[in-house]
């Protein structure tokens, strides 16, 4: 499978391990909102498992698996993930409605991936035979005002003013027949130390930082202040969409 422009897996590691506090708390809200009791839940684009582990801990007697395109990131995440009762694949999302178990899953997180292949993979899909036993699908998504707390080079500020738009919130919105939706939003103080954001900011962790040249990028590098912390006002919403 391709693994794409993205961070190493160590960087990406690095930057999200400091998420936990975060996504325990978000999935603690998720939870309550929806009366998500889940037996068999799929992480969907689960990176390195940082996000996966959380759901293991909110869901100690569920089964959970993980599934990414990238090949590099599901090996660092079973290699580092040893002592968890998680399975992770290699798989591109639109493969999903093949994969074997996919009927034994009845709830799926997509959390900060599903602008990439929403495409190929629209809500309407999870009505088909394959996800016979799928109740709940929840989508996680960086809302703008989040996005701007992360600091970056000057151009890749520009490019990431296109990255969440009023279309793309809205068309979230519009839910199919025959499937109900909440939403709920959360957002709190993420504190990275910043050896571990600035790697993975040097090494293009988000997508619009590809357009960054090895210029820009060394020059904004050497010209940041000393920081103790690089503080980061995490802040996602969630659509949870009950099939």
Known sequence: MGDFGFAKPAAYHGLFR???????????????????RPSYVLDLACGTGEFTCAIARRFPNSKIVGLDISTAFIEFAKANQPDREIEFFVSPANALPGVAWISNVDTIFIKGAYHLFENALPIEVFTRPQFRNLRCVVIVEKIQRSLESYPVPDSAAEDRKRYV??????????????????????????????????????????SYLQSVDDAEMDAWLAGRPSEKHINIFEENVCNIYHL
């Open 18 to 36: 400091h998420y936990q506090f975060y996504y325990d708390r978000l999935l603690s809200l998720i939870t309550d909102v929806a009366d998500l």
């Open 165 to 206: 738009s009023s279309e793309w919130a809205s068309k979230r919105l519009n839910v199919p027949a025959g499937i109900t939706n909440q939403s709920v939003s959360f957002g709190h103080l993420v504190r990275v130390p910043p050896q571990d954001y600035f790697e993975a900011v040097k090494q293009r962790q988000f």
